[in-house]
């Protein structure tokens, strides 16, 4: 009898062990992601006529190479230093993605170019409200749910969310669900991000943002009136779109 109880509790703590081992083996909160973004630059372009040759002269996508970086909460959203753009397209028709984008918990650092003049903003992370669909995906090797959400109360945001990659953390400075982010869309932008490889290992993890010194560090409120000003006073609905595209 007493062996059996031997064979039973060694049972009991094989199945035990099988289980956390193999949670340990999916689960993890320190991983690299490789991300490809297509921006369909055709449909940023206005309806008119004398944009038709233009479209003729230049690719319909754009693609282009980024890593995220995210250990303990923390993250960095990079250019893949091996990314090589099949074309050059100008700053006035797609401005250039964030160069840098650091997401700390409740915070978030970012190097952008626009204009010829480079900014670095500190500020609160955005408040994305998200709804969990029922909806799901394989990407990357992972089964992801997908989410929704409205920003500014017009641009909608497609989210796919893996639960076996700890954070909250996505492309740009998109975060807020329970599960990083593997693919989002963005539908005003005419742009999608998508995972093509996951690393269970932060390789390379540098939360930091080189700044020169005496460097002017801007709010993005701060950014939005420097913007203003760039403009002339000339602001309408399309520079409103322009400034926060700098964020995506």
């Known amino acids: 009898m007493k062996s059996i109880l031997i064979n039973k509790k060694s049972y009991v703590w094989s199945i035990l062990l099988l289980l956390t081992s193999g949670l340990s083996a999916q689960f993890s909160d320190s991983f690299t992601i490789y991300f490809t973004k297509t921006t369909n630059i055709h449909k940023q372009l206005p309806n008119e006529s004398w944009v038709e040759q233009f479209k003729k002269d230049i690719p319909k996508f754009k693609k282009e190479k980024y890593i995220l970086v995210g250990k303990n909460g923390v ?5 893949d230093p091996e990314n090589e753009p099949s074309f050059i397209v100008p700053e006035w028709l797609i401005p250039s993605a964030a160069n840098e984008v650091i997401l700390y918990p409740d915070s978030l650092k970012l190097k952008k170019d626009f204009a010829g003049n480079e900014f670095i903003i500190c500020d609160s992370n955005f408040n994305f409200r998200w709804k969990i669909t029922n909806d799901k995906r394989n990407i990357a090797g992972y089964n992801c749910r997908k989410a929704v959400a ?3 109360d017009s641009i909608l945001i497609y989210a796919f969310f893996a639960e076996e990659l700890i954070g909250s ?8 669900l329970p599960g990083v982010i593997l693919g ?3 539908p005003a932008f005419h742009t999608n991000w998508f995972a093509d490889k996951v690393v269970l290992n932060a390789k390379g993890l540098n939360p930091n943002l080189p700044i020169k010194k005496k460097q002017k560090q801007y709010t993005k409120l701060m950014l939005h009136d420097e913007m203003e000003k760039l403009f002339g006073g000339k602001w309408n609905a399309s520079a409103e779109k322009m400034y926060w595209k700098l964020f995506f």
């Open 169 to 176: 953390q996505g492309p740009e400075v998109i975060h807020g």
């Open 150 to 152: 409205k920003f500014q």
């Open 184 to 186: 989002l869309g963005i």
């Open 75 to 79: 993250s960095t959203y990079r250019i």
